[in-house]
Structure formats: structure tokens, C-alpha cells
């Protein structure tokens, strides 16, 4: 059974011209997610796990360029899930579930999150796989 609340899916194109092409990532079309941080991972020299924690409040990660696949564990039931995200994938995970993500060297990976974040310390809540 899928942990629940997690939502994989491949945006897609949603619009080309000759001046290039237009993918969104976020459109009000996640119920009531409402970003309050965003940040992009850029810049990997070499493929890297990053995370390890989790968070109360949810955030959504999408592959700009490269690969990250995520590992999910469900804190309480202990489901664990595996994502692979390409370019043009989003991942949105829910509140109070760990996650890590292995993350190709190269990668350009842009994270939303339901809250302001402060530091490691004050957000992120270790979590051992």
C-alpha cells in the first residue's frame, strides 16, 4: 500500500514557442500546499545522499536537469517507498515523512516547502534509514 499523500507525476510541457518551452512546476494544483520556501540544489560535483530527515509541514522537489531518486519512509507504519525523478518530475511529500535522496552529480533540483526555514537545527529532524 502507498504511503499516503505522496503524489508523483511528470509535469510535463505545458507550453513551445520558438523562444523555448514552458513547464510548470506549481499551480495551486496540489489542494492547499502553499509554498512558503523555496531553494535549488545545483552545482552537485559528484552524486551525493542528501536529507535523511523529516519535516512537519510538506514539500515538493522537482528535477530541473539530472536525477534524484528519493527514498520514503513512513514513520509509523515504516512503508518504504523508492521515486526515480527525471527532468520535469515533481514528488510531493507529506508531513512527518522521512526521506533522502540520492542525487546524481549535475543535478538541478528546485524544493518548496510549507514553512519558512530557518536552519537544520530548527527544521530538520534526523531520521536514520
Known sequence: MPIEGVILEHSGIAHRDPR????????SDLGDFCVRHIDVKDDVPEDAWLGGHYHPYRELHYVISGEATFELEDKGSKE??????????RLLIPAF???????RAGTILLSCAESVYSSAELNDHKYEF
Open 80 to 89: 518504504r517507498e523508492t521515486y526515480c525523478l527525471n527532468p520535469r518530475c
Open 97 to 103: 515523512v522521512a526521506h533522502r535522496a540520492r542525487v
Open 20 to 27: 523555448g518551452a514552458l513547464s510548470g512546476i506549481f499551480n
